[in-house]
């Protein structure tokens, strides 16, 4: 019996072959563009929605309920979060969690700073080919994940706080530290 391949997750890189039989090392990296990160967002999205018939029937009852409340904007919503379940089924995409991974995971020649579906899919099928285990891949997607919304609410709340104001040399006018402006 031949067993799925695991990622060695004491390595830094996903090791395979490609299609001809050459080898690949995608090195693993804890950070995104602003482009990746738009697509980050949508695939997370899908992630956590999950992407099965049951989800799909959830969000349809979901839908019916928000009309029945006269909550149309709210349902137009969920309608739209449903259609793009189906969609993605029909598309025969790789699963969310593969395309997680694919953000992170680059050859050392890729460009970081562009997102290319073509690129991301060739990834996709190397680990496919390589047989890798499905359950290693929600466990880098979701790392991935919680390291990307940690830090994005940590930075978030940075920003929210009021600047600190620190006393000028001269006596009692006040300075923003921030940007300097005497108050």
Same mark, same amino acid.
């Not at 890189?13 to 490609?18: A, F, I, P």
């Not at 997680?100 to 290319?116: G, P, R, S």
């Given at each position: 019996?031949?067993? /799925? ?17 050459? /080898? ?6 804890? !950070? ?14 899908? +992630?956590?929605?999950?992407? @099965? ?12 309920? +928000? ?68 359950? @290693?891949?929600? !466990? ?19 920003? +929210?706080?009021? /600047? ?20």
């Amino acid at each position: 019996m031949t067993e /799925p391949k695991r990622i060695n997750f004491q390595l830094p890189y996903l090791e395979c072959t490609n299609g001809e039989g050459e /080898p690949r090392r995608y090195y693993i990296h804890d !950070t995104l563009s602003v482009a990746r990160f738009e697509v980050f967002e949508d695939v997370h999205m899908l +992630l956590a929605k999950g992407r @099965d018939y049951g989800a799909v029937f959830t969000s349809q009852k979901k839908v019916h309920e +928000l009309l029945n409340q006269s909550k149309v904007a709210d349902a137009a919503i969920e309608n739209y979060n449903s259609m793009m379940l189906v969609k993605e089924k029909i598309e025969k995409r790789f699963h969310p969690a593969m395309r997680l991974v694919a953000l992170f995971a680059n050859l050392e020649t890729e460009d970081m700073t562009k997102y290319d579906e073509v690129a991301q899919n060739k990834k996709i099928d190397d680990w496919v080919r390589e047989g890798f285990a499905m359950n @290693d891949f929600f !466990t880098l997607a979701f790392s991935f994940a919680n390291d990307i919304l940690e830090s994005y609410n940590e930075t978030f709340q940075e920003y +929210l706080k009021p /600047p600190k104001k620190e006393k000028a040399s001269s006596g009692s006018e006040e300075t923003d530290a921030s940007s300097g402006r005497v108050s």
